[in-house]
């Protein structure tokens, strides 16, 4: 009764005194105020950092394109803007000054913040990484002795191997940086800035690190660490081959501290003849010398039956070895093509025992001449002498080269060994490594979808430059991504007959074709002669085709593939092409036609009817299952 009657209290317990309640509102209301002016401060400044950023990239980008050109001048520049840019950048959120402190507190402000942060340190660790790069780049692309030769070139390219390492270390570091943002939710210039850098950092660190690998192989196949000797092949593509003709003269190349000499350069047959136990017996042949009648043997000239250099190698220094001969560690195998890009550089060559100047313009046709028409005409059966002594005197030039001619030697060596006119393979298992990335060790791809190759092996004859192939290539997609592939390929003997038939009787091959992974041979095929053991899990078949002068011959092989399309996770297929072309060889035609199955249609083009062969032929393209929108 008395607590009932007592006068009820306006203040709750716990509840400050009122005197209080004003200084405490204000308080929280200064707490808001400045909440709301750091996010609106801090958006601004977020957003001009963003844009800074932005140019930053623009400016990575164009540093990349310069360098790509051996402009180093202009990527050094490119790469100072760069910098600018993202110093610019992570200033910007300095001019927060007090404020910075409370916008890191603001929810979604301080993600924002913290992206400029990482991405402009990121961006400063580029444009560093690009410097270097630069850096190593210069002793190579611009030497400041004009004078020196490749043989005195290795400390130089041991001090630029150390700047691409830490150029390498700087994009990995820059990418991990990039990565830590990728569960942050940005907005604007600046989430488009992080999915940029996001999507071009990890291709741009995997080109630095190979390219990191391709300077230290180099170190080390001209003997940087440690002697090296490699077995160097001329191929004649007018006795067609696998990999692209004919082993018809050998060489041995040395390699020590940087030093490269050709110990020697001769015709194949002053090698093999003399040795006859440097040979693999008929029985145990490849199919394509099993298929004459008598077998052929096969000796370091035709180790190359199929379309795979480093098979190839291997067997001509195994035997090297049954030959007495001191062990090797690599061979290669270079075109006269190849030679005439290398003359393109370094000017033309005299070849003093034939009297002969010989420039990029005439090399094949002096080639040809002296090796078919004259030695031929003559009777004479050191025909390939010309070839010998010219291989030599080219390869003896490129070895000798000025220090001013690296960086055209450098894109003609590239182009070559691109286009297969020049292959190399290795034991070293990081100079392996670094020639199968960009493809120049002649392996045959282990491609998934549609695949092609073309591997003859031509008997006698001395007109593989004049053969022309066309292929007419036809798939049928079928709803589940297989399909049946069928392909006639029709060979035209452009020249005419030649007397005594020495150069131009027919064109008698033995032809291998592969085709797509899990493919199977369709009985609709021509019959073949036998089944080849598959090539980087591409399945083969042989066939014997003949055509005479100045005539044509068909082959057609029709292949049922269960997985040729591949379905992506957003319902399109990907219909994808890779036709290896007949290495050193031009003028071949592909004419491509892909049904698509009723309903379906090309989400940006149908892929090309026609195709020139003078290089390898490799796209994707898109279908979509259903009618157009």
Not at 341 to 351: I, N, Q, S, W, Y
Not at 364 to 376: F, I, N, P, Q
């Amino acid at each position: 009764m008395i607590a009932w009657c007592r006068p009820r209290s306006h203040r709750s317990a716990g509840a400050p005194p009122a005197a209080s309640r004003p200084k405490a509102s204000f308080r929280f209301r200064a707490s808001v105020a400045a909440l709301v002016l750091a996010a609106a401060w801090g958006g601004e400044h977020t957003w001009a950092a963003a844009t800074a950023g932005s140019q930053g990239r623009a400016a990575l980008l164009r540093a990349e394109a310069e360098l790509g050109s051996r402009r180093l001048d202009r990527a050094s520049g490119a790469l100072s803007d760069a910098r600018r840019s993202f110093a610019r950048m992570r200033n910007e959120m300095g001019g927060l000054g007090p404020l910075l402190p409370v916008a890191r507190r603001v929810p979604f402000v301080r993600t924002q913040v913290r992206a400029v942060e990482v991405l402009a340190g990121a961006g400063i660790l580029l444009a560093r990484s690009g410097e270097e790069v630069v850096e190593a780049a210069a002793p190579i692309l611009r030497p400041s002795d004009t004078g020196a030769t490749f043989a005195g070139a290795v400390a130089g390219l041991r001090g630029a191997d150390a700047h691409l390492r830490r150029g390498v270390a700087g994009v990995d570091a820059a990418l991990a940086q990039v990565s830590l943002l990728d569960r942050y939710r940005l907005v604007g210039p600046l989430g488009r800035a992080h999915r940029a850098l996001a999507d071009e950092l990890p291709p741009a660190a995997a080109r630095a690190r190979t390219a990191e690998r391709g300077l230290r192989a180099l170190i080390t196949f001209a003997g940087g660490s440690g002697p090296r000797r490699y077995l160097v092949f001329s191929q004649n593509p007018d006795e067609v081959r696998p990999t692209g003709g004919y082993l018809g003269s050998y060489g041995v190349l040395d390699a020590q501290r940087g030093r490269l000499a050709l110990e020697r350069y001769d015709s194949v047959e002053s090698w093999y003849e003399p040795r006859p136990q440097a040979v693999v017996p008929g029985p145990q042949a490849p199919l394509a010398l099993r298929v004459p009648s008598p077998p052929v043997r096969q000796t370091i000239a035709n180790v190359n039956t199929a379309p795979d250099w480093p098979q190839a190698a291997r067997l001509a220094m195994d035997l090297w070895g049954k030959g007495g001969e001191q062990p090797v560690d690599g061979a290669l195998a270079l075109a006269p093509d190849f030679l005439a890009r290398v003359l393109a550089v370094l000017g033309p060559v005299e070849v003093p025992s034939f009297g002969e100047t010989v420039t990029a313009a005439n090399l094949v046709e002096r080639t040809d001449y002296h090796t078919h028409l004259e030695g031929a005409r003559q009777g004479d059966p050191n025909r390939k002498r010309f070839l010998t002594a010219l291989a030599a005197v080219v390869v003896g030039r490129l070895l000798d080269a000025p220090a001013s001619r690296w960086g055209g030697l450098a894109a003609a060596v590239a182009t070559g060994f691109d286009r297969r006119e020049a292959m190399a393979w290795t034991r070293d298992t990081g100079v392996a490594r670094a020639l199968a990335e960009r493809g120049w060790d002649g392996t045959l791809p282990a491609a998934a979808g549609d695949f092609f190759a073309d591997a003859e092996f031509e008997y006698m004859a001395k007109n593989g430059r004049g053969l022309r192939r066309t292929y007419d290539h036809h798939v049928v997609l079928h709803r589940d991504g297989s399909a049946m592939v069928t392909t006639t390929v029709t060979i035209a003997n452009t020249r005419p007959f030649s007397a005594g038939g020495l150069q131009n009787l027919d064109s008698a091959s033995y032809i291998a074709l592969y085709g797509p992974h899990g493919a199977t041979l369709d009985p609709a095929s021509d019959p073949p002669v036998s089944d080849e053991a598959p090539v980087a899990g591409h399945p083969a078949s042989g066939w014997l085709r003949s055509a005479e002068p100045l005539r044509t011959t068909t082959l057609t092989v029709v292949w049922r593939v269960p997985h040729l399309a591949e379905r992506r996770p957003d319902g399109r297929w990907t219909y994808a092409l890779h036709w290896m072309r007949v290495p050193a060889h031009a003028g071949d035609r592909l004419r491509l036609r892909v049904d698509l199955p009723p309903g379906w249609h090309w989400e940006r083009g149908a892929p090309p009817a026609r195709s020139k062969l003078d290089a390898d032929v490799v796209g994707a393209w898109s279908a979509v299952a259903g009618s157009r929108p």
